[in-house]
């Protein structure tokens, strides 16, 4: 099952369509455009710190409860989101490269791409933090949150039309991380 998949039945989507003001169709559609660059970066953490960096990681930024904030009835703590952007990003500049890109393939303008984003990264965030601490999560490596990662990365680039959509189209060196790209592109845009 995709992650987008587990976020509607959970009602995550619906939550954050009720906090934007948008329709649900709206959240799974800006959902499909951003979730390739968020597991991007959470796989590119995982790599660059190991997955016992990337738990810690999460631990530090709430772990579970980050999903459970975005779940809740009541509004969502952003600001804990926009945390967790700049720990996979790195910067303010590739998150709003990250949602002009997304903007282009989900019909949501860019502006209520970043205000979804950051919702959208505690939730997977939270997510692998609950899979990471499960009672029969299996060790990492061939599962565990090194196989949770993976399988999000990979559900996230094929959940999308023709190949991989926005993650294959953003993915320039074919290398199957999209985020190394728009960190290039970002950094272009700044001179």
């Given at each position: 099952m995709q992650l987008q998949d587990l976020?509607?039945?959970?009602?995550?989507?619906?939550?954050?369509?009720?906090?934007?003001?948008?329709?649900?169709?709206?959240?799974?559609?800006?959902?499909?455009?951003?979730?390739?660059?968020?597991?991007?970066?959470?796989?590119?953490?995982a790599q660059s710190s190991g997955i016992d960096?990337?738990?810690?990681?999460?631990?530090?930024?709430?772990?579970?409860?980050?999903l459970d904030n975005v779940l809740s009835s009541k509004?969502?703590?952003?600001?804990?989101?926009?945390d967790v952007l700049g720990q996979i990003f790195g910067s303010k500049d590739v998150s709003r490269t990250v949602a002009a890109n997304a903007a282009t393939s989900?019909?949501?303008?860019?502006?209520?791409?970043?205000?979804?984003?950051?919702?959208?990264?505690?939730?997977?965030?939270?997510?692998?933090?609950?899979?990471?601490t499960a009672p029969s999560a299996p060790a990492a490596g061939g599962g565990g949150l090194g196989g949770l990662v993976a399988g999000l990365v990979g559900g996230a680039n094929k959940a999308a039309p023709g190949g991989g959509?926005?993650?294959?189209?953003?993915?320039?060196?074919?290398?199957?991380?999209?985020l190394d790209d728009?960190?290039?592109?970002?950094?272009?845009?700044?001179?």
């Open positions: 976020l509607a039945q959970m009602g995550g989507l619906q939550q954050m369509a009720r906090e934007l003001g948008v329709n649900e169709q709206q959240v799974k559609s800006g959902a499909a455009a951003l979730l390739p660059a968020i597991t991007g970066g959470f796989k590119r953490r960096g990337l738990t810690g990681m999460l631990g530090k930024l709430g772990g579970g409860g980050l509004p969502t703590d952003v600001s804990r989101g926009n989900s019909g949501l303008d860019a502006a209520t791409l970043q205000k979804l984003l950051p919702m959208l990264a505690m939730a997977v965030g939270g997510f692998m933090a609950k899979q990471s959509g926005l993650a294959s189209m953003l993915d320039m060196d074919g290398n199957g991380n999209p728009i960190m290039r592109l970002a950094g272009k845009a700044l001179r």
